[in-house]
């Protein structure tokens, strides 16, 4: 699946596995890493739920048409589905009870 990143640093969190783990620590970075490649690896976006540790959900309210995944406990890691079932854009990784 085509990832197609919403900030110039995500899409270097994703390449540079040192820079991920220097802005969220250890555990989130290596497990953004491995969440995207997982991700990158499928062939369109209903693959993804059939993952049940991703955890994938939609949001709703202000963020309808987003869906999040777990990374860790308090991390998670917002989706959009893009414009072909083979795309996914990556909006952004948050700690939701900061």
């Known amino acids: 699946m085509q990832l197609i990143f ?6 270097r969190a994703f390449r540079d596995p040192a820079f991920a783990v220097r ?8 497990r953004y890493e491995q969440r995207l ?4 690896a499928q062939t369109d976006w209903n ?3 059939l993952f049940r540790a991703l955890n994938l959900h ?7 048409g987003q869906f999040a995944l ?4 308090r991390w ?4 959009q589905p893009g414009t072909s ?14």
């Open 85 to 98: 079932p083979a795309q996914v854009h990556i909006m952004f990784v948050e700690d939701y009870h900061a």
């Open 58 to 64: 939609p949001l709703r309210g202000d963020r309808a």
């Open 70 to 73: 777990r990374l860790t406990g």
């Open 76 to 79: 998670r890691l917002i989706v």
């Open 23 to 30: 802005l969220w620590g250890a555990d989130v970075g290596s």
């Open 37 to 40: 490649n997982l991700i990158q």
């Open 47 to 49: 693959r993804l739920f």
């Open 6 to 11: 919403h900030s110039r640093r995500l899409e």
